[in-house]
Structure formats: C-alpha cells, structure tokens
T-cell receptor
Framework: GENVEQHPSTLSVQEGDSAVIKCTYS??????FPWYKQELGKRPQLIID?????GEKKDQRIAVTLNKTAKHFSLHITETQPEDSAVYFC????????????FGSGTRLSIRP | EAGVAQSPRYKIIEKRQSVAFWCNPI?????LYWYQQILGQGPKLLIQ????????DSQLPKDRFSAERLKGVDSTLKIQPAKLEDSAVYLC?????????????FGSGTRLTVV
C-alpha cells in the first residue's frame, strides 16, 4: 500500500522568510496530493492540492511542486506570517477512485516574530 | 452548509472500559471516514463507509473496534475494551462520493484519553 514520508518534523522560521516541507510517496499509482493545515486543537483543513498532470500550483503565498519521477512533492510558504504557525500534513491518494487518503506524519511549523 | 458534527469532544475512560463516538456527516455526503490521530502523528484511516456499506476496514482493530452506519447517514465508532494505546483524537470526515476529489471535510474530532 501507499506510504507517505514527510520531513522535517519541526520547522522554525523567521517571520517573513520562506518555509519548505517535503514529502515522498511510494505508490506510483497515486495521482492526487492534498496538503492539510491543522491548528492546535482544530480539525485538519485542506489548504492546497495538486494532481499528477500538473508540476506546480500556486495560491497566493503557498505553492506546491510535484516530481512524479522522483515521487517527491513539496509545500512552499513565502513571506511567512504568525498565523502560518500550525501542523502541516501532506497526503497522497488517487483522484477519481475509491482510494483512501494516506497522510504523512506532519510538520510543526513555528514562525518566530 | 453545516459541517461534520462529532460528539463528544472529549472523553476520559479507564482501560478495559468501553466508549462510543458519534458522527453526523454533511448532508448528502455518501462517503464517511473514521480516522485515528495519535499525538504527533498524521491521521490514520480506520474505516470507510459508502452509504451504509463498508468500503475499507483493513486498518480497524476488529477485536476491539467496531463501527456502523445503519441508515447511511450518522455513524458510531465503538471501542470495547479500551487500551492505553487507544488514546488519540478520533476524526470523522465525509465526502460526496468515494475518493478525495469530492471534497473531504473533517469534523472537530473526539479526544479520547484512556487512563
């Protein structure tokens, strides 16, 4: 089955700097990669996703990149702000399928003022 | 639209006791998922329902965990008897149909502490 590995587990960046979180997946059949943000005590919320027919997707300060050959995908947050502090989860699944979403272990991002 | 509702929010029980969690998905969402999130880890799928049928329960510890969705709407997840390692947040999620492309919405979760 699919296995998703995520790193780093913790990340601390200065406010205004960029943050990068990286994930790898094992199942070459996976073709949908969502990213979730979970604030303390709250539910995971989808912030951005990418399908395997696209190499990069941007939404304001966040962007995701996907390298299908290497089975790598990454989340990039630019101009970080205090409200970006949270745990971020990458995940893998198959679009238009009964496949379940498999989550990475999470990255705790802290933004230093 | 109303979100995914879960109750209770918190539960503390002693080991070997039983506990039940309830989930009410978004109206019209055919697919319902129960995830277990242990502190410091990503959510792990326990069981997936399509209407009132089970699609995937391969990760459900069936000797102690059970779940049902009798009328294809609300669902309950039960643990009997509970173990210390069951301490986690139990998240319910729903989507219009199978697969992630139909909008996957999580509830706020039930935090279970087994002492």
């Amino acid at each position: 089955g699919e296995n998703v590995e995520q790193h780093p587990s913790t990340l601390s960046v200065q406010e205004g700097d960029s943050a990068v979180i990286k994930c790898t997946y094992s199942d070459s059949a996976s073709n949908y990669f969502p990213w979730y943000k979970q604030e303390l005590g709250k539910r995971p919320q989808l912030i951005i996703d990418i399908r395997s027919n696209v190499g990069e997707k941007k939404d304001q300060r966040i962007a995701v990149t996907l390298n299908k050959t290497a089975k790598h995908f990454s989340l990039h947050i630019t101009e970080t702000q205090p409200e970006d502090s949270a745990v971020y989860f990458c995940a893998a699944s198959m679009w238009s399928s009964a496949s379940k979403i498999i989550f990475g272990s999470g990255t705790r991002l802290s933004i230093r003022p | 639209e109303a979100g995914v509702a879960q109750s209770p929010r918190y539960k503390i029980i002693e080991k070997r006791q039983s506990v039940a969690f309830w989930c009410n998905p978004i109206s019209g969402h055919a697919t319902l998922y129960w995830y277990q999130q242990i502190l410091g880890q990503g959510p792990k799928l326990l069981i997936q329902f399509q209407n009132n049928g089970v699609v995937d329960d391969s990760q459900l510890p069936k000797d102690r965990f059970s779940a049902e969705r009798l009328k294809g709407v609300d669902s309950t997840l039960k643990i009997q008897p509970a173990k210390l390692e069951d301490s986690a947040v139990y998240l319910c999620a729903s989507s219009l149909s199978r697969g992630a492309n139909y909008g996957y919405t999580f509830g706020s979760g039930t935090r279970l502490t087994v002492v």
